[in-house]
């Protein structure tokens, strides 16, 4: 269950890199690289869209990336997802099953079992 009850996308100025921040995952849409951030103590996502710096709460990992990619939830398609431990090593591709369920988990999901990601998305145009 979500943090928060209202979902947010709120543009902020470039977030000073710290301990506070975990990088979470580099997110490659068809447009361009979406860099995923975790703030453990506040539950939020900071992303970086090549523009600008954004922050979510934690929630369905579907509906912030529709948000982020300016696209419907349903018409995002996951093509392929390497999952790492904390410190970027192994980075074996993740089974078939979960990259399917993988836009149905919320960000905390992945941040609070320690995973990190690299996934390749893409967009279905004929889907809207």
């Not at 470039?14 to 979470?24: A, G, T």
């Not at 849409?29 to 900071?46: N, R, S, V």
């Amino acid at each position: 269950m979500s943090s928060f009850s209202t979902f947010y996308n709120v543009s902020i100025p470039e977030p000073v890199l710290n301990d506070q921040l975990e990088q979470l995952a580099q997110i490659k849409g068809p447009h361009d690289l979406l860099e995923i951030y975790w703030m453990p103590k506040t539950k939020q996502i900071i992303a970086w869209d090549g523009l600008g710096w954004w922050i979510q709460p934690n929630g369905l990992i579907s509906h912030s990336l529709a948000v982020l990619m300016d696209c419907r939830e349903w018409s995002i398609i996951t093509e392929e997802i390497h999952l790492f431990d904390r410190d970027y090593k192994n980075g074996e591709r993740a089974p078939e099953d979960m990259e399917r369920k993988f836009l149905e988990c919320e960000w905390s999901d992945y941040a609070c079992d320690k995973m990190r990601f690299q996934a390749v998305l893409d967009v279905d145009v004929g889907s809207d």
